[in-house]
């Protein structure tokens, strides 16, 4: 899922910049609209091992570099059931949750706002999505938790929740928005631009 600013700017990396400052993991390019690996559901995770967990920190440094709230697997090329969120782009370590197997056990309430998707940059459409859900899911080490999220969180945990049955946000606008959104990024393919 995007970040919902769009005016945020990178400050400057000199030679001075400390290497602790750079964030750690391997950053990913993300997947654009057209991939079939973005409609497709991803299979279910069984192994945790270290190799799951350093993808996990890739996740989260390839979503901060693309200021994104949200990040599924799919969206780097991987079909599996992994997704990255934090609500707080990156200002509050605690805020980062790691959901592997998510699956939304209750959802309630209503909220329509508007939403993008890292792999739809440029794009923003209106989706009702449910004011609190609870999610249940595993973390990188295979231990089964659930969390509730509200407005934003909860709109992230069913934006990426989503992402790993391939569905994207685009599916949820209303067809003459989806079908104006689709047509444009056919016109910028054609272009070069996508
Ligand atoms: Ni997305």
Redesign the pocket.
């Known amino acids: 899922?995007a970040d919902k600013s769009t005016s945020s700017k990178g400050s400057t990396v000199t030679a001075e910049t400390p290497v602790a400052a750079t964030p750690k993991g391997k950053i990913y390019p993300i997947v654009k609209y057209g991939d079939p690996v973005l409609e497709k559901p991803a299979a279910t995770i069984a192994k945790f091992d270290a190799e799951l967990e350093h993808l996990v920190e890739d996740m989260f440094a390839s979503m901060y570099a693309a200021n994104g709230v949200?990040l599924?697997a799919p969206?780097i090329g991987k079909s599996i059931r992994l997704a990255v969120v934090d609500v707080t782009v990156g200002k509050n370590p605690e805020a980062k949750i790691v959901l592997v197997n998510p699956e939304i056990i209750h959802a309630e309430g209503e909220v329509r706002e508007e939403e993008g998707?890292?792999?739809v940059p440029g794009f923003r459409g209106y989706v009702v999505r449910p004011q609190f859900v609870t999610v249940r899911a595993q973390n990188a080490k295979g231990e089964t938790f659930e969390i509730r999220g509200e407005n934003l969180l909860a709109r992230a945990f069913c934006?990426?929740i989503d992402?790993l049955h391939g569905i994207?946000?685009l599916t949820h606008l209303s067809m003459l928005k989806r079908d104006l959104i689709k047509r444009k990024i056919k016109k910028l393919r054609k272009e070069g631009e996508w």
Do not use: I, K, N, T
Request: proline share 0%.
């Open positions: 899922m949200g599924a969206q998707c890292l792999s934006h990426e992402h994207l946000f």
